[in-house]
Structures are given as structure tokens and as C-alpha cells.
């Protein structure tokens, strides 16, 4: 039997357990990989789609959100390519700078193409109107922010 010194046994037990000790960490860093992208994943799936299942639901949509004066969610409900970031925003201060009241919502076929309408009063008795194009894209429905090339349906609104 060969006998090695003490000092060499010591170096070469100290050696394996840093092998041994270092092949964790490649498992931990994919651990945590892997729960981020699933944490990321997760959020993604929870995220409520743009626009309304349905053109009652729109409407109900864009009456609840007038009046609660939420922005943010108002302009989801409009198609990407017709309002910038803000347009909600700055649609709801320009009713509030009306002051604007008994607001009423109502979505009806006016000359071949849905129009969901907004009618109002002011604080001094004039009237508040806008009309927007409801169209339906990959199953939702939205609000079209350009104006009707047909006569506008507020034109009618008493």
C-alpha cells in the first residue's frame, strides 16, 4: 500500500468538495429563471383584453367609465390606429370643462353603420354630443375615434 502524505490527501478532499459544492448553482440560476418567465407568463394571461365582448357590453363600458372619469380604460376600448395615449384623457377634461350632466349612452344603426352616441347637458342648458363608429376587430368591439363621414348622429339627438 502506498501511503500519501497527509498534506496531499487534505488538497485533494478540499478540491472535490468545491467541485461537489459548486454544481448547484447552474440549477438555482435556472430555478430562478424559470419562475421568472412563468411569473411573467402568469401576468400576461391575466391582462384584460382591449375592447368589449360584446356591443352592449361597449356601451356599458364607455358610460361606467365616463362617469367614473378612467381614462386609461375609456381609451382601451377605441381601436389603436384612430387615438393617440391621451385621447381619452383629453376627452374627459373637455367634459368636465362642460360641466357636463345627465350623460347618456346609446349605440344605434344610423344609415348602415353603428354609432355608439354620448349625449349630454352643460351646467347652463346647451347640449354635449359625440359620436363614435362601432366596429368589431378579432372578435372585440371598439370605438373608431374619426369622425362619421355620414351625417353625424347627433345632429338628430334632441
Known sequence: MIDMPQSQTRKSQTRTL??????????????????????????????????????????????????????????DLFTEDSVGDSYAKNYLAHLEDAKSSRLEVSINDHQGVYALTLSGVTKEGGKVCTSWQVKQKGGRWFLDAAPLVRPNPCATTP
Open 18 to 75: 468545491a467541485k461537489k459544492s459548486g454544481r448547484w448553482i447552474p440549477y438555482v440560476v435556472f430555478g430562478v429563471t424559470l419562475a421568472w418567465v412563468g411569473g411573467v407568463a402568469f401576468e400576461i394571461s391575466r391582462e384584460t383584453p382591449a375592447g368589449a365582448s360584446t356591443p352592449s357590453e361597449l356601451k356599458t363600458q364607455v358610460g361606467e367609465y365616463v362617469r367614473e372619469g378612467n381614462s386609461d380604460d375609456l381609451n
